[in-house]
T-cell receptor
């Protein structure tokens, strides 16, 4: 089954304790992205990757890191989490393709609900 | 920059009522427009999309028409069901950029 998986689904942690949220897709997609969802703000992009070893900042990258060593995986790293990073996080992926961004549906993972105390 | 504005919720309707959720956008070029749905406790699913002006996207009884003159992409359904209760997001994407720009989301509650 084609899917994007995220782990963990739920995480409660404390300020300053490094954590990693994993994201994996089995569709051979080039493009992957991380979003955070906050009430009243919709989703905001944190980082994205157009292909292996190619990553770039989105709109809210502060406090986050990513890596793209393999095509299928795109982990999100919080080196020193703070309470303002409490949020619902989504990973997404899509083909890059010659047709352009508008013709390639983005598939989303189930979300990771993070609470930083 | 590019942005999406959608009506605030929650929107509460009775079963079989007519639904409209308003969405307007601001973009420098010609975006494609999307509606995503998030059911309770789940991720985001693409509901429908339209890639150019006057296109109508439709799925599961929902429709939205890309109106360039009013920069709008309102979501409609003729007769809602309890199972339509969810959060609906309007979003746009530019062909040159894979970043989805999202509205704030509208929570829809359907009462039996």
């Amino acid at each position: 089954e084609a899917q994007v998986t995220q782990n963990p689904r739920y995480l409660i942690t404390v300020t300053g304790k490094k954590l990693t949220v994993t994201c994996s897709q089995n569709m051979n997609h080039e493009y992957m992205s991380w979003y955070r969802q906050d009430p009243g703000l919709g989703l905001r992009q944190i980082y994205y990757s157009m292909n292996v070893e190619v990553t770039d900042k989105g709109d809210v990258p502060e406090g986050y890191k990513v890596s793209r060593k393999e095509k299928r995986n795109f982990p999100l790293i919080l080196e020193s989490p703070s309470p303002n990073q409490t949020s619902l996080y989504f990973c997404a992926s899509s083909l890059k393709g010659l047709a352009g961004a508008t013709y390639n549906e983005q598939f989303f993972g189930p979300g990771t609900r993070l609470t930083v105390l | 920059g590019d942005s999406v504005t959608q009506m605030e919720g929650p929107v509460t309707l009775s079963e079989e009522a007519f639904l409209t959720i308003n969405c307007t956008y601001t973009a420098t070029g010609y975006p494609s427009l999307f509606w995503y749905v998030q059911y309770p406790g789940e991720g985001l699913q693409l509901l429908l999309k339209a890639t150019k002006a006057d296109d109508k996207g439709s799925n599961k009884g929902f429709e939205a028409t890309y109106r360039k003159e009013t920069t709008s992409f309102h979501l409609e359904k003729g007769s809602v069901q309890v199972s339509d209760s969810a959060v609906y997001f309007c979003a746009l994407i530019m062909d040159s950029n894979y970043q989805l720009i999202w509205g704030a989301g509208t929570k829809l509650i359907i009462k039996p």
